[in-house]
């Protein structure tokens, strides 16, 4: 018996390498969003200064998505798993209670400003001395908000 020869089978062509896609780049408003949770770590304790100031340098000149989720990545947590925020404290034990109000402006001329004890402060307060200075005592203050800001000149 004999075998009739088997007709011989196509090589498969290689494939050709494609390249990996590149990296999204990141905008500018994912890079505040990093920012802003890389801060609420900090206020946390999940951060020391030194590596909030690394990252938030970093953050700044990310180029790529990629970038920013890395740093990130061990900080971040799903708001969903994260649980509803308590509304009588914020980070540090400070009392929060949200809404308008509190100091906003401390101004001193010619003289001296003491702020101590219980106090309410605005979402955004600004500190001015002219040719004078304020002492500014944060331990018992009542924050208007979650992430409140200052500017003190002189």
Same mark, same amino acid.
């Given at each position: 018996? @004999?075998?009739?020869?088997?007709?011989?089978?196509?090589? @498969?062509?290689?494939?050709?390498?494609?390249?990996?896609?590149?990296?999204?780049?990141?905008?500018?408003?994912?890079?505040?969003?990093?920012?802003?949770?890389?801060?609420?770590?900090?206020?946390?304790?999940?951060?020391?200064?030194?590596?909030?100031?690394?990252?938030?340098?970093?953050?700044?000149?990310? $180029?790529? %998505? $990629?970038?920013?989720?890395?740093?990130?990545?061990?900080?971040?947590?799903?708001?969903?798993?994260?649980?509803?925020?308590?509304?009588? @404290?914020?980070?540090?034990?400070?009392?929060?209670?949200?809404?308008?109000?509190?100091?906003?402006?401390?101004?001193?001329?010619?003289?001296?400003?003491?702020? $101590?004890?219980?106090? %309410?402060?605005? $979402? @955004?307060?600004?500190?001015?001395?002219?040719?004078?200075?304020?002492?500014?005592?944060?331990?018992?203050?009542?924050?208007?908000? %979650?992430?409140?800001?200052?500017?003190?000149?002189?």
């Amino acid at each position: 018996m @004999t075998e009739a020869p088997t007709p011989p089978t196509p090589a @498969t062509p290689p494939t050709p390498q494609v390249p990996p896609a590149p990296d999204l780049r990141a905008s500018d408003a994912e890079r505040e969003q990093a920012v802003e949770i890389l801060g609420r770590a900090a206020t946390d304790g999940r951060l020391s200064v030194d590596e909030l100031d690394g990252r938030l340098t970093s953050a700044y000149t990310a $180029r790529t %998505r $990629r970038q920013l989720a890395v740093l990130i990545a061990d900080v971040s947590i799903d708001p969903a798993l994260e649980g509803p925020v308590s509304a009588g @404290t914020g980070p540090g034990g400070l009392m929060v209670r949200e809404g308008p109000g509190g100091t906003g402006w401390v101004v001193s001329i010619l003289g001296g400003h003491d702020r $101590r004890g219980h106090w %309410r402060i605005a $979402r @955004t307060a600004t500190v001015l001395n002219v040719m004078g200075g304020s002492d500014i005592d944060l331990c018992q203050v009542e924050l208007s908000g %979650r992430r409140p800001s200052s500017t003190s000149t002189r």
